[in-house]
């Protein structure tokens, strides 16, 4: 168990619709990471927040946003759906700011379906 | 910018045999090197690390050993087992300016009995 929390395990919906990602960090990790896999794109980095701001943004689509509360639980939504969003969504966390040479904690993943 | 090359997959192999996984890198600096492993079914977890140029990260029975000179962070096991079935990546641990966190593409290894 690494300590990270993702929910819900797995969503199913509609083109068009809007979905929420949660992610809650592992215990005393600032940092929270939202990675995306897929077949034909592997994986790929979206953003980073540490401590409640954006840090760093990597092939993140216009229709999708992410946040960190006070808490440090993030989440991630997406909208306007298309079939080709389809994927593993990983949350992953670490302690420090930039992921400098640390070890990354992952979730277990969302897998979405979108029909 | 910092890049990750990793073999091609997927690898199919039989139970004892003899693993390498391929992974060059490009980077500033001298970064720390990771390698992931993703079992079916869960998020990716650290499998092993080096930090500095001729290390040998170890865990597992896997060995990888940071070569500067040839920019490469190779992934060997000596005698595979079934268990070993999963995606292994290569990892830059950072994020870079670009904001590119920069993991390989993954290989997946299956081991047959």
């Known amino acids: 168990d690494s300590g990270v929390t993702q929910t819900p395990k797995h969503l199913i919906t509609a083109t068009g619709q809007r979905v929420t990602l949660r992610c809650s960090p592992r215990?005393?990790?600032?940092?929270v990471y939202w990675y995306q896999q897929s077949l034909d794109q592997g994986l790929q980095f979206l953003i980073q927040y540490y401590n409640g701001e954006e840090r760093a943004k990597g092939n993140i689509l216009e229709r999708f946003s992410a946040q960190q509360f006070p808490d440090l639980h993030s989440e991630l939504n997406l909208s306007s759906l298309e079939l080709g969003d389809s994927a593993l969504y990983f949350c992953?966390?670490?302690?420090?700011?930039?992921?400098?040479?640390?070890?990354?904690?992952f979730g277990s993943g969302t897998q979405l379906s979108v029909l | 910018g910092d890049s990750v090359t990793q073999m091609e997959g997927p690898v199919t192999l039989s139970e004892e045999a003899f693993l390498t996984i391929n992974c060059t890198y490009t980077?500033?600096?001298?970064?720390?090197l990771f390698w992931y492993v993703q079992y079916p079914g869960e998020g990716l977890q650290l499998l092993l690390k080096?930090?500095?140029?001729?290390d040998k990260g170890s865990n597992k029975g896997f060995e990888a050993t940071y070569r500067k000179e040839t920019t490469s962070f190779h992934l060997e096991k000596g005698s595979v087992q079934v268990s070993d079935s999963a995606v292994y990546f290569c990892?830059?641990?950072?994020?870079?300016?670009?904001?590119?966190?920069?993991f390989g593409d993954g290989t997946t290894l299956t081991v047959k009995p």
């Open positions: 080096a930090t500095k140029a001729d």
């Open positions: 990892a830059l641990p950072r994020v870079t300016n670009a904001g590119k966190s920069t």
């Open positions: 992953a966390s670490s302690v420090g700011p930039a992921g400098h040479n640390e070890k990354l904690f």
């Open positions: 980077a500033t600096g001298y970064p720390s």
């Open positions: 215990s005393g990790d600032l940092s």
